[in-house]
């Protein structure tokens, strides 16, 4: 089964004011989870895969995993590269099938960020794949990248009016206050500077470090403009505690169909919650 671009996900998204959610997906149970999930509600999504991700579990792996659950499930779903920065790697990536991909090049100057990115752009556009990329950064740790408070560099509109044009990626990752990984307290979005480049940039909008922020102010940035929202932490967190507590009460434990099991289970009940928080209440 040829993997589909994120493309006509993402405009549809965009034009009925909901988000498509992109979960990190990290082996076979977590792959199936969300995509079991998601093709009980109806919900078209998208499987993310950092660089570790990748490295760990395989590309061919992925990429086949995902095709089989595309044959399975008749819903709108897309493999994705997640937060990926080697070039060369990620033109491996579209050339074994990827056809969504994240270019990473934010920690880079404005001018060479543009460059890296424009050459991803080239390569996967001859090929039928949809770029993102990210203009700004946000704080927390993403793989093995950490990113401080003083490296934080919120999305300017007026720059991501020239980015969006000089690269021409298919949607834009933006940087308005969210981080990867949990919060320190209630984070504090600055929705003002999201609607203002929503108001300026036409193609898809994308928000990292969804995890951890409260529903309403995750709707909110959906209404605002948002069309992609990226989850990972939430997703890892009730699927190791489930495990963890399955061990407590079973130590003797060893066969891993059992103790995966609760895991499942408790993410399951994430996507599905976070499915709907995607939907927005200005869903059609």
């Given at each position: 089964m040829k993997l589909h671009n994120t493309k006509e996900m993402l405009l549809d998204a965009q034009k009925r004011h909901y988000a498509v959610p992109a979960f990190n997906i990290h082996n076979l149970e977590t792959l199936s989870t969300v995509v079991e999930t998601a093709a009980e509600m109806r919900s078209p999504v998208i499987i993310a895969a950092t660089p570790s991700t990748?490295?760990?579990?395989?590309?061919?792996?992925?990429?086949?995993?995902?095709?089989?659950?595309?044959?399975?499930?008749?819903?709108?779903?897309?493999?994705h590269l997640d937060h990926h920065e080697d070039v060369s790697d990620i033109e491996d990536t579209i050339a074994a099938g990827c056809r969504s991909v994240m270019i990473d090049a934010s920690k880079l100057p404005y001018t060479d960020n543009v460059k890296k990115v424009q050459k991803v752009v080239a390569f996967a556009h001859t090929c039928h794949a949809t770029v993102e990329a990210e203009l700004g950064r946000l704080v927390g740790q993403e793989d093995?990248?950490?990113?401080?408070?003083?490296?934080?560099?919120?999305?300017?509109?007026?720059?991501?009016?020239?980015?969006?044009?000089?690269?021409?990626?298919?949607?834009?990752?933006?940087?308005?206050?969210?981080?990867?990984?949990?919060?320190k307290g209630t984070p504090?979005?600055?929705?003002?500077?999201?609607?203002?480049?929503?108001?300026?940039?036409?193609?898809?909008?994308?928000?990292?470090?969804?995890?951890?922020?409260?529903?309403?102010?995750?709707?909110?940035?959906?209404?605002?403009?948002?069309?992609?929202?990226?989850?990972?932490?939430?997703?890892?967190?009730?699927?190791?505690?489930?495990?963890?507590?399955?061990?407590?009460?079973?130590?003797?434990?060893?066969?891993?169909?059992?103790?995966?099991?609760?895991?499942?289970?408790?993410?399951?009940?994430?996507?599905?919650?976070?499915?709907?928080?995607?939907?927005?209440?200005?869903?059609?």
């Amino acid at each position: 089964m040829k993997l589909h671009n994120t493309k006509e996900m993402l405009l549809d998204a965009q034009k009925r004011h909901y988000a498509v959610p992109a979960f990190n997906i990290h082996n076979l149970e977590t792959l199936s989870t969300v995509v079991e999930t998601a093709a009980e509600m109806r919900s078209p999504v998208i499987i993310a895969a950092t660089p570790s991700t990748v490295k760990y579990a395989g590309k061919d792996y992925l990429i086949a995993l995902v095709g089989a659950a595309m044959e399975k499930y008749d819903i709108p779903m897309s493999f994705h590269l997640d937060h990926h920065e080697d070039v060369s790697d990620i033109e491996d990536t579209i050339a074994a099938g990827c056809r969504s991909v994240m270019i990473d090049a934010s920690k880079l100057p404005y001018t060479d960020n543009v460059k890296k990115v424009q050459k991803v752009v080239a390569f996967a556009h001859t090929c039928h794949a949809t770029v993102e990329a990210e203009l700004g950064r946000l704080v927390g740790q993403e793989d093995n990248v950490v990113t401080t408070d003083a490296e934080k560099a919120y999305t300017n509109p007026e720059d991501a009016v020239c980015y969006a044009a000089e690269t021409g990626i298919d949607s834009l990752a933006v940087a308005i206050g969210t981080a990867h990984g949990l919060y320190k307290g209630t984070p504090k979005l600055d929705f003002d500077r999201l609607k203002e480049i929503r108001a300026r940039v036409d193609i898809p909008l994308v928000l990292h470090g969804a995890s951890d922020v409260p529903d309403e102010m995750v709707q909110h940035a959906i209404d605002l403009g948002i069309t992609k929202v990226n989850i990972a932490t939430d997703l890892k967190i009730p699927f190791a505690n489930a495990v963890k507590s399955f061990f407590k009460e079973h130590p003797e434990a060893n066969d891993p169909r059992k103790y995966m099991t609760p895991g499942k289970e408790a993410m399951a009940a994430v996507v599905r919650h976070k499915i709907e928080v995607c939907k927005s209440a200005n869903c059609a």
